[in-house]
Each structure stands twice: as C-alpha cells, then as structure tokens.
C-alpha cells in the first residue's frame, strides 16, 4: 500500500507521521484523491503511479526516515516540467538541514546548493555556489545553465 510504501524506511511511524511526510513531500493531495487513500495497493515497483507521483512517495520515504545524509541521484531527470516542479518542492523540504550529495544533469535541482561541483570526463572542472559559477563567462556551468534556462529565466 502507499502508506506501507513510506512507511518503508521506519515501519513503526503512527498513521500521522506518514501523511505529515507525505504532505510535506506533496503527496498527500494525490494519495487522498486515490481509492482507498492510503491503504491503495499501488503494485510492484509502483506500476500505478506516475513518475512524479512515485518521486514524491520517495521523498516522502526519506522524510519520515529522517535521515542526516542523502543522495540523490538525478532525482528528477524523467519527469515532465509540472511534474519536476512539484518533486523540485518536495526536496526542498527534504534536503532543508541535512547534507545532501545531490547528482544532476538538470540544474534546477542545485541551483540552492550551498557548494556546486561540476565534473567534466571525471574531473571537477569548476567549484562553486550557483551564483558564483555563473560568473564565470568561460565556465561549464554557465554554459549549461545557459542552455537549459534560455528561456529567460535568471539566477
């Protein structure tokens, strides 16, 4: 079930302490909207759920395990653009006071990042904060950050 799903990570957690990561992760909404809640079978490997929809249930997982280190790796690389939004959210609350390895090829998910290092064939080519690294006119970093926010989007 959903619930047993978050509960993953701490198998004793209250019904309470579920849904508060789950809010927090921004499941909660969707879980509610499913037909029995959080007791929904969502299948093996969560086959039921959308690629945002299980991102979320994830985080919910790590929330409630609270643990003091995480990594993510390219936690939103297969999701559509609503989609990384809301999952973009939920790690925020996720990664607030605790360290963080977060590896990413979208930069939106680092652009908060108190330390930014950028690798190039195995090397780390530049280090950096977001503002600092686009600064740097030559850089890696600009020129991808760049390419992914063409849009008009600044730092």
């Given at each position: ?70 990594i ?29 390895f ?40 600009k ?13």
């Amino acid at each position: 079930t959903l619930a047993n799903n978050i509960r993953y990570g701490k198998p004793n957690a209250s019904d309470d302490e579920v849904q508060e990561a789950a809010r927090a992760a921004f499941a909660h909404d969707f879980i509610s909207e499913m037909p029995e809640g959080y007791e929904t079978n969502i299948g093996d490997r969560g086959v039921r759920l959308s690629g945002g929809q299980r991102q979320r249930i994830c985080i919910a997982r790590a929330l409630l395990k609270n643990a003091p280190i995480l990594i993510l790796d390219e936690a939103t690389s297969a999701l559509d653009t609503e989609s990384e939004q809301m999952v973009q959210n939920a790690l925020n609350n996720l990664m607030r006071n605790r360290t963080t390895f977060v590896i990413a090829h979208r930069l939106s998910t680092v652009l908060n990042a108190d330390r930014i290092l950028v690798l190039d064939k195995g090397e780390i080519v530049e280090q950096g904060s977001h503002e600092e690294l686009v600064m740097n006119e030559n850089g890696l970093y600009k020129k991808l950050y760049s390419m992914q926010f063409q849009d008009g989007e600044t730092s």
